[in-house]
């Protein structure tokens, strides 16, 4: 009867169950490619933004995270002073300020 049917082999079976580490891997994976597609990239542009904002001084033109284009007249440890237009001031925090632009974008006539 053995020709026709094979035997179970109850071994195999055992033998064949994922271990820890074979289950764990694959999280692991996803991990990694996590951090390094969109934890690291986004940590650099927080740390370049944070040097950017760091070194704004007088006279360099800025674009806020509202939209607003204008001249730093005076610095202050959180707060700059921008003229957006001739004889027009506002006061910002030093964090809204998304860019810094080419000399010349903002012209106050």
């Known amino acids: 009867m053995d020709m026709f049917i094979s ?4 071994q195999d ?3 064949s169950a994922p271990s ?3 289950g764990l891997l694959p999280i692991v994976l996803i991990f990694v490619v ?5 934890i690291r990239p986004q940590q650099k542009r927080a740390k370049e933004h944070r040097n ?7 006279g360099e033109e800025v674009m806020t995270s509202g939209g607003i284009l204008g001249k730093i007249i005076a610095v202050d ?4 002073r921008v003229e ?18 080419p000399k010349g974008s903002y012209k106050a006539d």
């Open 7 to 10: 035997s179970a082999w109850a």
């Open 34 to 38: 996590f951090y390094f597609l969109l």
């Open 77 to 80: 440890d959180q707060w700059l």
């Open 20 to 22: 820890m580490l074979e």
């Open 13 to 15: 079976a055992a033998a």
């Open 52 to 58: 950017m904002v760091e070194a704004l001084g007088v």
């Open 84 to 101: 957006v237009a001739k004889g027009v001031e506002v006061s910002v925090a030093r964090s809204t300020v998304s860019q810094t632009v």
